[in-house]
Each structure stands twice: as structure tokens, then as C-alpha cells.
């Protein structure tokens, strides 16, 4: 069994920031590319932020600037840095990786972070 695990979420004003965690536990041989996604209420999931095994990132439009992707030494953590944070960056942040583990090499996702930027 492969588990995420995220934590950080909570409540800022805007122009806060927040970070975001997560591990990957479980049986495990290699953790490839992991990231964020995010789904606000009545939309899609998106994707927000991604980092390869060789921590090459990517990012959604709408965070490039504001938001940084990285990875832990043993790899099997992710960290999403926010800042700037704007009410529309409200959602549940959900982490994702591809994991080479007993059963294969498969795509994992976490029960999601809820980020709430109000005043």
C-alpha cells in the first residue's frame, strides 16, 4: 500500500502565504514526478504545480511567480511555497506522484489540503 499524506491548509488573507507538504509512505521503490493540483468549487481539477525525479518544474499560468514546487533530500516529499495568495487561489490542493511500488508503476493521489484565502 502506497499512502500521500498532505498538511498545511488552512485559512490566510490575501496576500499571505502558505506552505504545503506532502509524503509519500508505503511500499515503495521509486517516487518519479510528483505535484499539486487543485479543484475550486464548480471546476475542474487543475494542475498547479509539477517536479520530476531530476526536479525539473512546471507550473499552472496562474501561479508562475508566486508559487514554488520542490522536493525533500529523500525525495518522497513534496513542498508547494505560497505566496501572494489570492482568493481565487481558493480550493483543495490535492498532491500526486508516480510511484514505481510493489504493484507497478502507478499514479497516487492524496485526500486533499483545503486552502481558503478570505479576508
Known amino acids: 500500500q502506497v499512502q500521500l499524506v498532505e498538511s498545511g491548509g488552512g485559512l490566510v488573507q490575501p496576500g499571505g502565504s502558505l506552505r504545503l507538504s506532502c509524503s509519500a509512505s508505503g511500499s515503495i521503490f521509486r517516487v518519479n514526478a510528483m505535484g499539486w493540483y487543485r479543484q475550486a468549487p464548480g471546476k475542474e481539477r487543475e494542475l498547479v504545480a509539477a517536479?520530476?525525479?531530476?526536479?525539473?518544474?512546471n507550473y499552472g499560468d496562474s501561479v508562475k511567480g508566486r508559487f514554488t514546487i520542490s522536493r525533500g533530500n529523500a525525495k518522497n516529499t513534496v513542498f508547494l511555497q505560497m505566496n501572494s495568495l489570492k482568493s481565487e487561489d481558493t480550493a483543495v490542493y490535492y498532491c500526486?506522484?508516480?510511484?514505481?511500488?510493489?504493484?507497478?508503476?502507478?499514479?497516487?493521489w492524496g485526500k486533499g489540503t483545503l486552502v481558503t484565502v478570505s479576508s
Open positions: 517536479i520530476t525525479s531530476g526536479d525539473t518544474t
Open positions: 500526486n506522484a508516480n510511484i514505481w511500488g510493489t504493484y507497478g508503476t502507478m499514479d497516487y
